[in-house]
């Protein structure tokens, strides 16, 4: 069977293909030439990348060198195409090593090699899909509910499913997608590269656009259900009221709800929650709300029966979605007033709105390892060099500014682009102009469109606090009063109150949220002790502030999750918790580490990074490359068994 990396065959002609060469990105152009052609001395000219920045595809290539590697590529793609488009010959992993290094102008270091080899798949293997050793007819009897189908809740399925393991998912929405079902606002859009933000194992050619609108993914997540026939494992419209833990039979009893009200019990061996951190949302609570006239909901509810259109829209709260709603509902409404408690860090990425042309598609579907190669540029800059930037430095001056040296570079870039888009209007600048360490809360990919937005005259942007909610307005303490016919609650997620849609009783009736106080934690945010057979994804500790996607999290998190269930049944053991030792010292080891790292800063006024005591509980303090290589492989110490 032919590597499904390997591209289809085809037989475009010269003119064809010398036009889809025209927006293609070069230095990964030029690696899938290597494979096409075997040509190493490729690696050796002086067409390459010069550098490698966060969205920059092009390496930084002058206009005359991607001419002429488009000609160069253009004689090896006929030639591979008048030769029927073989199968490449595999490359060995030297060589390999040395294609990485070309594309991102500097010296992967060793440790990194597995985990990318393992994120392209170049073998055509899903590598990440575990291998077992437990019997198949111990894991035909292990029943397991997973709860939610978002992202992570469907990997689960789909692990579970290829090993044997029956399985319900329970998803309190009518369809498939988590976030990306219920997040329907207009103008939302993932801001991680979606030829990244996606399994690694699922094909990823037909994005229609970088950053995909949420129509495309929610859709993506239906069609990898349908092809990995799931569908008959989930019951939509089913909400968990609790699981509660029978220590006797080694068996979770898990209640839920159907639409109609109607409750049910199931049972299962063990139980995996894939509820996501970003699942109830926040609406502060404003003296008098309750009084307001017209509608009022939250981004996450969005009423699209509302008509904004000459409306007056009072948008509360800008952070990564506010930022996202606004630039979309400015065209229609009369009057936009966006109220914004923090400034936000912004950056350029111009791609950020664009659409993937057709001679980028035909790329990713015809030529040998484009898309892999494309996916590892893009995960690249994103991969542990942002965690290097956020740590602080103690004997940085001025800690109100920036936590370091590369910081405070980071903050003169950022300064520069919003500088750059305000057109001299300093009043302006002055509002949106952050006034904390750049990267301290989630940093927005911009391609102008906001700041744009803001300078638009039916639009206002309001720094000064919400005071009141009258009937047909928003009061600001100043007194002002901000007429208003809409209100919209762009105020993000109850995200430190981690799993609050759930209980979930353990060992001895002890309930989930009573045992974790205000220090929500799991096992390498997986695994709790006291609660057996009871597994996280996208659980504490897990979410990126920095990099990477949380797609990949996940693929390390269930291929761990897979491991354990094996360990337990290739030991005929009947439940596995976490060691309290183990626990207590990872807890400790996250704190201490993110103690160090920019979020957890005090010049970090407000963040949803941050609970109520300025801790931080949600985020991974650690390298991809670290949790990747813990997450491969259970080790049976760390668990005690019964
Ligand atoms: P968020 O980042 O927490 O932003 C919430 C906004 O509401 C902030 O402006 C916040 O102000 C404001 N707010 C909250 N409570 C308030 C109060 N009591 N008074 C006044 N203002 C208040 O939530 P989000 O924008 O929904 O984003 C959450 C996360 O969702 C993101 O970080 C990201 O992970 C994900 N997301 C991703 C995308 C994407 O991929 N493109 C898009 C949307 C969301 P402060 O800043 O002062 O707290």
């Not at 942002?386 to 936590?403: E, F, M």
């Not at 949220?513 to 609660?531: K, N, Q």
Request: charged share 20%; proline share 7%; aromatic share 10%.
């Amino acid at each position: 069977m032919r590597n499904p990396h390997a591209g289809e065959p085809f037989t475009s002609s010269d003119a064809e293909i010398a036009a889809a060469l025209a927006d293609v990105s070069i230095p990964t152009l030029l690696l899938s030439c290597v494979h096409m052609s075997g040509d190493t001395t490729l690696l050796d000219g002086p067409l390459r990348p010069a550098g490698l920045f966060l969205n920059e595809v092009q390496g930084y290539m002058s206009e005359e060198d991607k001419a002429a590697a488009r000609a160069v590529a253009l004689d090896i793609i006929r030639d591979y195409r008048d030769r029927g488009c073989p199968e490449p010959a595999p490359i060995d992993p030297q060589l390999l090593k040395r294609m990485m290094d070309w594309l991102v102008c500097a010296e992967v270091p060793d440790e990194y090699v597995p985990m990318m080899l393992e994120e392209m798949g170049l073998d055509g293997r899903d590598a990440r899909g575990a291998g077992h050793t437990s019997s198949r007819e111990s894991r035909a009897e292990f029943p397991v509910v997973v709860i939610g189908c978002g992202q992570s809740g469907l990997l689960a399925a789909i692990r579970l499913q290829q090993a044997g393991i029956p399985y319900t998912v329970l998803e309190k929405n009518a369809g498939v997608g988590g976030t990306w079902w219920e997040n329907t606002y207009p103008g939302a859009r993932v801001d991680v590269g979606n030829h990244f933000y996606c399994y690694s194992f699922e094909p990823d050619d037909h994005w229609s656009e970088y950053f995909a609108r949420q129509p495309e993914l929610q859709s993506y997540f239906q069609t990898v259900l349908e092809r990995h026939g799931i569908g008959d494992h989930v019951r939509f419209n089913t909400r968990v009221l609790d699981a509660t833990w029978d220590e006797a039979a080694a068996t979770w009893t898990v209640r839920i709800q159907g639409a109609d009200g109607a409750e049910e019990t199931l049972r299962a061996r063990a139980v995996i929650s894939a509820v996501g951190q970003l699942n109830t949302p926040h609406i502060p609570e404003f003296a008098g709300a309750e009084s307001f006239a017209g509608p009022a909901f939250h981004t996450a509810r969005w009423d699209h029966d509302v008509d904004l259109a000459g409306k007056d829209v009072a948008l509360v709260g800008a952070g990564a979605t506010g930022f996202q709603v606004a630039p979309a509902i400015a065209d229609k409404v009369n009057r936009l007033t966006v109220f914004q408690r923090t400034a936000q860090w912004m950056f350029p990425n111009p791609n950020y709105h664009e659409s993937v042309g057709p001679g980028v598609q035909w790329a990713l579907r015809h030529l040998p390892f484009y898309g892999r190669w494309y996916r590892f540029l893009i995960f690249w800059p994103g991969c542990d060099t942002g965690l290097a930037a956020a740590k602080v430095d103690p004997d940085w001056p001025d800690q109100q500014r920036a936590i370091s040296a590369a910081n405070d570079l980071a903050r003169m870039m950022f300064t520069e682009w919003i500088t750059s888009q305000v057109d001299g209007d300093t009043d302006l600048l002055e509002k949106v102009l952050p006034d904390y360490p750049a990267t301290g809360k989630r940093t927005l990919q911009d391609n102008g469109s906001w700041l744009r937005t803001l300078g638009r005259p039916h639009v206002e942007l309001v720094r000064t606090p919400i005071d009141h909610v009258e009937p047909a307005a928003v009061v600001t303490a100043d007194g002002t009063r901000h007429p208003a016919d809409i209100l919209v609650y762009a105020t993000g997620f109850r995200v430190n109150d981690m799993l609050s849609s759930i209980r979930v009783y353990g060992r001895d009736g002890v309930e989930l949220h009573d045992a974790w106080g205000e220090r929500p934690a799991a096992y390498l945010g997986i695994t709790v002790p006291g609660f057996p057979n009871f597994f996280c994804m996208y659980g504490p500790g897990t979410n990126l502030a920095s990099g990477g996607s949380l797609i990949f999290h996940s693929e390390c998190q269930i291929r761990y999750i897979m491991g354990c269930l094996d360990l337990l049944l290739a030991a005929g053991e009947r439940a596995m918790t976490p060691r309290r030792e183990c626990y207590d010292d990872w807890y400790a080891r996250c704190q201490d580490e993110l103690a160090t790292l920019v979020w957890s800063q005090p010049s970090i006024e407000h963040s949803f990074y941050k609970d109520d005591n300025g801790r931080v509980h949600s985020l991974s303090p650690w390298r991809l490359v670290d949790y990747w290589a813990w997450t491969r492989t259970p080790d049976p110490a760390d668990f005690e068994f019964a």
